[in-house]
């Protein structure tokens, strides 16, 4: 069977860290590139980064820029959401997904999904 499993989910206060796992079973992560899209409650999902399959280059949302950090571990078949200064508006479900063209914010291009984990962000 093949799917994403994402975890690292949790509560955090503003300025806190978490890091969030995206590890694939039944299929190589090698050969596709990577997005983590997030949705609050009322919102649409939105694109956050993404790491492209080949070279790793990355994407990021303007509201994450500088925050956020993408990596892909190969060996492990698992790519990390490393997210720092935690901010309350970065509550949120967040999915990994998998696409086997490149990077991109449409997530109907994307052809493999995750459950989802939660962050919440609050004091």
């Known amino acids: 069977q093949l799917q994403l499993v994402e975890s690292g989910g949790g509560l955090v206060q503003p300025g806190g860290s978490l890091r969030l796992s995206c590890t694939a079973s039944?299929?190589?992560?090698?050969?596709?590139?990577i997005g983590w899209f997030r949705q609050a409650p009322g919102k649409e999902r939105e694109g956050v980064s993404c790491i492209r399959s080949s070279g790793g280059s990355t994407n990021y949302a303007d509201s994450v820029k500088g925050r956020f950090t993408i990596s892909r571990d190969n060996a492990k078949n698992t790519v990390y959401l490393q997210m720092n200064s935690l901010k309350p508006e970065d509550t949120a479900v967040y999915y990994c997904?998998?696409?086997?063209?490149?990077?991109?914010?449409?997530?109907?291009?994307?052809?493999?999904w995750g459950q989802g984990t939660q962050v919440t962000v609050s004091s």
């Open positions: 039944g299929f190589t992560l090698d050969y596709y590139a």
């Open positions: 997904a998998a696409s086997a063209e490149s990077c991109n914010w449409d997530y109907a291009e994307y052809d493999y």
